[in-house]
């Protein structure tokens, strides 16, 4: 990476860049660079119901380091916006504005929401985001076919609104010759993604992707991939008799905490309640567990303060 890319160096807290350049989100904040680059940094912020609920540690370095695995893993799918990861918690890629829609895939009938698939299903829905579904499923079993739900980003609708595949056309979200090729490489993704999980011995049961464009029309794979924020990943060894037992999936994602919110009747609204350090520890452990199974790799933390670690990474790979 050349030097030019950003400056002046500086420590990470104080990059001095146009406040227009600087994006927050919930779980990473990124950076405008030169040459439609961007730098993204992932935070150990952990996000349920829309907000975000607490810091997991070594969260961060689990996301980042896991989708820049999954972005290798199915490179040749679809190309993806990674440049290079001089860091844990670090990213820098190709610069891309977001198709206004979440490609939500599912392999199987699952969630609790108003909006959930399994929700709608359990109260007699049987064509639903344009996909008719056949009597006698049950909740947290497989679907005939991988489904694709989009739903809409928060500047375009209401966040998280379900839509039919149709309506991403027909609203004027995204055109169709451009729609048909996102769904082919999502569904190629996700069947990807399945066999690797199913190798480590895990279930990917749904995921969420987000798709670009770059300056120049070239469809990018972005934001992050199967990882334990942006799928559910399921313990494929105890998932029949959990199943048989009335029981939730064993899970290495983050529904530990939005379950472990729901039961203290927290649904988003108000301050979250306390909850034991126990969810917290296991949380962490999860995500570990997670990315150990996926990548076939031990996880090893960074060991020292984010902020100086991130700036010597960057300094040493000639982008600070």
Not at 205 to 234: C, M, N
Not at 248 to 272: I, Q, Y
Request: hydrophobic content about 40%; charged content about 20%; some cysteine.
């Amino acid at each position: 990476m050349a030097a030019s890319l950003v400056t002046p160096s500086a420590p990470f807290t104080d990059i001095h860049l146009p406040l227009a350049d600087r994006r927050a989100g919930k779980v990473r904040v990124s950076y405008a660079l030169a040459d439609d680059r961007r730098l993204f940094i992932t935070t150990d912020r952990l996000s349920a119901f829309d907000r975000v609920i607490a810091s997991v540690p070594y969260k961060g370095q689990v996301l980042n380091q896991l989708a820049a695995f999954w972005f290798r893993t199915t490179a040749d799918i679809v190309a993806n916006h990674v440049l290079s990861l001089p860091d844990p918690n670090v990213l820098v890629a190709r610069a891309a504005t977001p198709l206004p829609v979440e490609v939500v895939v599912r392999g199987h009938i699952t969630g609790v929401t108003s909006t959930s698939l399994w929700t709608r299903y359990a109260a007699g829905a049987r064509l639903i985001d344009g996909h008719q579904l056949p009597d006698g499923l049950l909740k947290n079993t497989a679907l005939p076919n991988a489904l694709v739900t989009p739903t809409t980003k928060g500047d375009h609708g209401a966040h998280d609104e379900p839509l039919s595949c149709y309506e991403v056309v027909a609203r004027g979200l995204v055109e169709a010759p451009l729609w048909g090729r996102v769904l082919e490489a999502a569904l190629e993704v996700f069947r990807r993604g399945q066999e690797v999980a199913a190798a480590a011995g895990l279930i990917l049961a749904d995921t969420k992707y987000e798709f670009g464009l770059t300056p120049g029309g070239e469809l990018l794979l972005i934001d992050e991939v199967h990882t334990p924020d942006s799928s559910r990943l399921w313990v494929a060894a105890t998932y029949d008799d959990r199943l048989a037992a009335g029981n939730e999936p064993e899970s290495l994602d983050k529904e530990l905490v939005r379950r472990a919110l729901a039961d203290a009747g927290f649904r988003g609204d108000g301050d979250p309640p306390v909850l034991a350090d126990e969810v917290w520890h296991q949380t962490t452990s999860r995500y570990v567990d997670a990315y150990e199974r996926l990548t076939g790799a031990p996880f090893i933390p960074g060991d020292y303060p984010v902020d100086e670690r991130i700036h010597s990474s960057l300094t040493q790979a000639g982008i600070l």
